[in-house]
């Protein structure tokens, strides 16, 4: 694969429940268990990784769909809306009945009558074979997991 193929992005622990992920251009969003007390971040409003990967899948279509309808006209409403079950069950914990419903409007005449056309055939493309995120979730993509440093900071090595 080449360094083009390759998107990563990096989660760092900033407290307890509480991360930041960075990407390679240095975009930074902050989430979180979705506990907690007080106000601003940490008060429990913050998106966890669930709602991040229902984010991820909404906001990925929604930029395949946008790009082929917003080349007419800009719409007037443009909302996607994705939803799922949290299950937990003898494969672990997992989600269920992932569905994605776009609700876009366009304004009156020729234009708007094109991107009305194109938005079905678009929603249906993104789905079917662009959207990045949510063909990789449909795939079932295996993830490879490893740990790299589990030595103590600022205790000293022990002889084995």
């Known amino acids: 694969m080449s360094d083009d193929s390759l ?3 990096t989660v760092e622990r900033t407290r307890t429940g509480h991360f930041t992920a960075t990407n390679a251009r240095g975009g930074t969003i902050d989430f979180g268990t ?3 007390a007080g106000t ?4 429990g409003t913050e998106f966890t ?3 991040l990967l229902l984010a991820a ?4 279509t929604a ?12 719409p007037t409403a443009f909302t996607v809306t994705v939803s799922g079950h949290k299950v937990s069950d003898d494969g672990g914990n997992r989600m269920t009945d992932l569905a994605v419903s776009f609700h876009v409007t366009f304004p009156a005449g020729p234009q708007g009558d094109r991107s009305r056309a194109i938005l079905p055939r678009a929603v249906a493309v993104s789905h079917d074979r662009l959207c990045t995120v949510s ?6 993509t295996p993830i490879s997991v490893s740990v790299d440093d589990v030595t103590a900071e600022d205790a000293p090595a022990q002889d084995v």
């Open 34 to 36: 979705g506990t907690g």
């Open 63 to 74: 930029a395949d769909v946008d790009a082929s309808t917003s080349r007419h006209t800009e």
């Open 7 to 9: 998107r990563l992005v």
């Open 135 to 140: 063909r990789t979730v449909e795939a079932g």
């Open 49 to 51: 990784p669930v709602e």
């Open 57 to 60: 899948i909404g906001g990925c």
């Open 40 to 43: 601003g971040a940490g008060d």
